[in-house]
């Protein structure tokens, strides 16, 4: 079974430049994750989205970020402009409607300069 | 709020040795919990978890324990080999909807050869 697909892998910007992540979830999980993960620290939720629709995006900066699900398969996270201390791993994760693991994948690792 | 957090951030073990890395919880409501597995440049991955109506889950070289008395998990890796070097993250998940994880921040487990 393919797991969590992510690109690009890694990405270099400048502050005040926007920049745009992908994911695909593992093949039939109607649950999707964003979270960003600084360095030497936890994962932290952004986003989850639940087929097309928003579970929870209460920890996502919406004046910067956004991200979208649009027909409940792979998602978009946009950050627009970015800003120094946004630099981090932006890791997607999927699990099925029933069950509460969350399967991740291996992440966008972003540096803003 | 909220907060999951760990005692050591470093351990360092002798390969054969056995391996025990401890995480304190707050959140008392909290139903289950997850122990992931992070090497270096890669995402989370999956290791164990455990739900609050059980004290002792057992896998393949790994163990965790839960009490609930003290909001204190541990996960146990026996016979510890080079491959288990990485960061391990123990995860929790509130009652409240949406299935949210909440992450500590990690302790790094060094095998010395």
């Known amino acids: 079974e393919a797991g969590v697909a992510q690109s690009p892998r890694y990405k270099i910007i400048e502050k005040r430049q926007s920049v745009a992540f992908w994911c695909n979830p593992i093949s039939g999980h109607a649950t999707l994750y964003w979270y960003q993960q600084i360095l030497g620290q936890g994962p932290k939720l952004l986003i989850q989205f639940q087929n097309n629709g928003v579970v929870d995006d209460s920890q996502l900066p919406k004046d910067r970020f956004s991200a979208e699900r649009l027909k409940g398969v792979d998602s978009t996270l946009k950050i627009q402009p970015a800003k120094l201390e946004d630099s981090a791993v932006y890791l997607c994760?999927?699990?099925?409607?029933?069950?509460?693991?969350?399967?991740f994948g291996p992440g966008t690792r972003l540096l803003v300069l | 709020g909220e907060s999951v957090g760990l005692h050591l951030p470093t351990l360092s073990v002798q390969e054969g040795d056995n391996s025990i890395i401890n995480c304190a919880y707050s959140?008392?409501?909290?139903?289950?919990f997850i122990w992931y597995k992070q090497e270096s440049g890669k995402g989370p991955q999956f290791i164990i978890d455990?739900?609050?109506?059980?004290d002792k889950r057992q896998g393949q070289r790994v163990t965790v324990l839960l009490n609930k008395t003290v909001k204190h998990l541990s996960l146990q890796i026996a016979a510890t080999q080079p491959g288990d070097s990485a960061v391990y993250f123990c995860?929790?998940?509130?009652?409240?909807?949406?299935?949210?994880?909440?992450f500590g921040t990690g302790t790094q487990l060094k095998v010395e050869l």
């Open positions: 994760a999927s699990s099925s409607l029933a069950g509460e693991t969350q399967y």
């Open positions: 455990i739900r609050s109506n059980m």
């Open positions: 995860a929790e998940k509130g009652t409240g909807g949406g299935n949210k994880l909440t």
């Open positions: 959140n008392s409501a909290s139903d289950y």
